[in-house]
């Protein structure tokens, strides 16, 4: 498992920038999808082709709002994710 932090970007709810730490399983790379597993609990599942959510356990709006950022950085190419070969 790979660990990496994402900075969820201010909005009208939220005065400042936020770090959510966010641990990433590529065990299911195969079909393309990952999972986000946040420190309290939440997850969430993600196509890394389509750019959508398969699954997903969310409790609160940072969290949200950090896949969402996620998504969107996967979409830009701002963050990749590769198969390991072995």
């Known amino acids: 498992m ?3 932090t994402l900075t969820v970007k201010s909005n009208k709810d939220i005065k400042n920038d936020t770090q959510v730490n966010v641990r990433i399983d590529t065990e299911s790379i195969w ?11 939440d997850y969430c599942d993600i196509n890394i082709k389509k750019f959508y959510e398969t699954g997903r356990y969310l409790s609160t709006y940072l969290n949200v709002h950090a896949v969402e950022v996620f998504k969107k950085k996967l979409q830009d190419g701002e963050i990749k994710i590769e198969k390991v070969q072995q």
């Open 2 to 4: 790979k660990q990496i």
């Open 31 to 41: 079909r393309n999808e990952i999972t986000l597993y946040f420190e309290n609990g």
